[in-house]
């Protein structure tokens, strides 16, 4: 078989209906301030193009630089709730522009993106002042949420050890997890991911960054690990109350909220 | 260039021609040496036999008179025996030889000077031996009489100068000598670099089956090109694995890529419905994911082959690592409804990279619950045995035959059993190139039913 669209349309057509795949998972996903002013660092064409109008119809407000030197000079000058850097530059590379930020007492939130993804890496991204780091090819919605966590990870109010989600309240220091009247048991690892989903609450949560966060591993076993240990949580926090809070977002991840 | 030029150029030749030259000069100097001891003794003897002589002549001038004297030197002149010496007495009136060789010359009683000077201005002689040097020795005697004792030197010359040609001869030979031996080594150092230049060239060229020549002699260029053999063996090894996984990534991902097309392209000149398009394009994101997958499967193995970044290694705590991982996949065993133990020591560390080790693990595990059937069991052990930390992944699965025990760790290699379940075919390559970077033994053995790998780390060797 040939191919008989011109290829242009092809590659149109295709962009266009990713983009819109992915709008199911979009309700979940709205920033919780709304326009958040994000600058988006990245050289190459088509992947600028394709974050920025994700990013756009999610609700963010996107500025692109498409070297080092003009993405520092925006970044310094400009307001941003939180920034994209792309890691291999023109000009002057991710970490050096992000070291320079960092010098200067910009603490923005940064999400490298890299096309190399081993943990030795990973570790040279965050020891220069990156706060999450996302190997190529990743999935949009893998990039949409960890953006969200990062936007939120400067919100004060999620620090602090008293969480509560609903009528679901952890207490860090009691190490004491209650719904309702009802005291509910979890094992230590069952406490650490409850914990994560909870200071996400309203976000989607990946099962990449759970396996980073809560169990420190930087590769996807084969395994569905993570579904395993999410729906016995769920069993525990969810299963005998009317109104779900842990919920499964197809094709992104998980998300705990209010319903 | 020629082989003459290129000769100058070697090492050898150069270190030969300085050997030479060192030496040469070293010779000359010795022999110089002699030749001018030699040639002052000669000279010293030869004054010692002039004063000896002239002191008999002046004690018989003193016991009698000049005329007695003068017919000693005639009866000494006639005897054949003494023509060695050459005797001249007469007065300064007559003649004042003096003026000759000693213009500073006094007319002092007893006054005695040595001198060498050309035959000619003493004798009348053909013409050929004028230039001949005699040595003199000349004694004022009283009423102005000179006596002059004098011996030909023709004969110490000859001894001199046959001193003289030998030493010019063998520092010449010394030099042509080393010269020749130092262009037979170099030239054989040359033929050796030679034929290595060749071998590498072919290698170049691309055979690289190509090998060092190695004597017998062991010598320093035997041993070195060993060395190069073996690198060579290494790098064939290499090369041909490198062969093997393009070839079957290429195979591999081609499949993958050409679904992928085929579906694209069939959805392309139909309409359909949105829903379907949704479809097909989920289960197109499905097939890249899978491909990087692949590619990350991959990525990892090169890093971990390629043992870069040891200096980044940390004491792991073993024990909380393999607790966690047995958490972990307890749940999943739970799920896939397998029976999961885990039998863990305590207090195991290793030196290693963390992450590594993790995947290594968990790609054991993923296997091991992949291929056991629902009720069986899977489980992971790690204890401490003579020196080696053994930790073992075991399952009621199909098992793997002996004759593929080896073969399970290369690349893409899938066994029959391993058809009809997902799986790229890289989780054990993995697995050994993990245990390699951490110079650890990865061991297959069966069990009834099922398999058995375990991954050793010897403690003792380690850093």
Same mark, same amino acid.
């Given at each position: 078989?040939?191919?008989? /669209?011109?290829?242009? *349309? $092809?590659? !149109?057509?295709? =962009? ?8 199911? @998972?979009?309700? %979940? ?62 000009? /002057?590379?991710?970490? *050096? $522009?992000? !070291?320079?930020? =960092? ?8 999400? @490298?993106?890299? %096309? ?72 230590? =690892? ?70 | ?463």
């Amino acid at each position: 078989m040939t191919t008989i /669209m011109p290829a242009p *349309t $092809l590659t !149109e057509g295709y =962009r266009n209906i990713k983009l819109s795949s992915s709008r199911f @998972i979009r309700a %979940a996903m709205r920033p919780i301030i709304p326009a958040m002013h994000t600058l988006l660092v990245e050289d190459d064409t088509d992947t600028a193009t394709f974050i920025r109008k994700g990013l756009g119809e999610s609700g963010y407000n996107v500025d692109h630089a498409d070297n080092g030197v003009d993405g520092l000079h925006m970044a310094l000058n400009g307001q941003y709730d939180v920034m994209i850097v792309d890691r291999m530059l023109p000009g /002057m590379d991710g970490l *050096t $522009l992000i !070291e320079e930020l =960092r010098k200067r007492n910009v603490h923005t939130p940064v999400l @490298i993106l890299s %096309a190399l993804g081993e943990v030795d890496d990973r570790v040279d991204g965050l020891r220069a002042g990156g706060d999450d780091y996302l190997v190529k090819p990743y999935a949009f919605s893998e990039l949409l949420a960890r953006l969200q966590a990062l936007a939120r990870r400067s919100q004060p109010e999620m620090q602090g050890t008293l969480l509560q989600v609903g009528d679901l309240r952890l207490d860090q220091i009691k190490r004491k997890v209650t719904r309702g009247d009802t005291e509910i048991q979890l094992q230590p =690892r069952e406490f650490m991911l409850l914990e994560y989903l909870m200071r996400h609450t309203g976000q989607v949560v990946t099962r990449t960054m759970l396996l980073e966060n809560v169990w420190d591993y930087h590769f996807d076993p084969q395994t569905n690990v993570i579904d395993v240990h999410i729906s016995r949580l769920r069993r525990k926090i969810d299963k005998d109350f009317d109104k779900p809070l842990l919920h499964t977002i197809r094709g992104a991840g998980y998300s705990l909220h209010e319903p | 260039m020629s082989l003459s030029l290129k000769l100058f150029r070697t090492t050898a030749f150069r270190l030969s021609l300085i050997y030479a030259l060192t030496f040469s000069l070293l010779a000359a100097t010795a022999m110089g040496f002699i030749y001018l001891t030699t040639k002052k003794e000669l000279m010293n003897q030869t004054d010692a036999r002039l004063q000896l002589e002239a002191n008999i002549l002046i004690n018989q001038y003193r016991a009698k008179d000049i005329d007695a004297l003068f017919e000693s030197l005639q009866q000494k002149q006639h005897d054949s025996r003494t023509s060695f010496f050459i005797y001249v007495l007469v007065h300064r009136e007559q003649k004042d030889i003096t003026t000759g060789f000693a213009p500073e010359y006094t007319t002092e009683d007893g006054k005695q000077a040595f001198a060498t000077l050309p035959m000619g201005v003493l004798l009348k002689t053909d013409e050929e031996h004028d230039e001949d040097p005699v040595r003199v020795l000349l004694t004022q005697l009283p009423g102005d009489y000179q006596l002059l004792v004098a011996r030909d030197l023709n004969d110490q010359q000859k001894v001199l100068r046959k001193i003289y040609n030998t030493v010019i001869l063998t520092i010449l030979v010394t030099l042509a000598l080393a010269l020749a031996v130092g262009m037979i080594f170099g030239q054989q150092v040359l033929r050796r670099i030679e034929k290595v230049r060749n071998t590498a060239g072919e290698i170049i060229d691309g055979d690289l089956s190509q090998r060092m020549p190695v004597n017998r002699r062991n010598n320093e260029f035997d041993q070195l090109s060993r060395t190069i053999n073996s690198m060579l063996q290494r790098l064939e090894q290499l090369m041909h694995g490198m062969r093997n996984v393009t070839d079957n990534l290429a195979h591999d991902l081609r499949k993958p890529l050409n679904r992928i097309r085929n579906r694209l392209e069939v959805i392309l000149l139909e309409n359909r419905d949105e829903e379907t398009y949704r479809e097909t394009i989920a289960q197109t994101v499905e097939d890249t994911e899978e491909l990087i997958k692949t590619f990350n499967a991959l990525l990892s193995i090169a890093r971990a082959e390629s043992g870069e970044r040891r200096q980044d290694w940390t004491e792991v705590d073993l024990t909380g690592l393999l607790e966690q991982m047995a958490e972990l996949y307890d749940a999943a065993a739970e799920e896939a409804e397998l029976k999961f133990s885990a039998d863990i020591e305590r207090g195991l560390t290793l030196h290693g990279n963390r992450q590594l080790l993790a995947q290594a693990v968990t790609n054991l595990l993923d296997n091991a619950m992949k291929f056991t059937p629902k009720d069986g069991h899977v489980s992971l052990c790690a204890r401490r045995i003579n020196g080696t930390i053994e930790v073992t992944v075991e399952d009621t699965g199909p098992g793997i035959p002996p004759a593929e025990r080896d073969r399970i760790f290369e690349r893409f290699v899938r066994l029959d059993s391993a058809r009809s379940t997902p799986g790229s075919g890289l989780g054990l390559s993995l697995v050994k190139a993990v245990a390699s970077l951490h110079q650890a033994e990865v061991d297959v053995s069966a069990r009834n039913p099922g398999a058995r790998i375990a991954i050793i780390f010897d403690t003792n060797t380690e850093e």
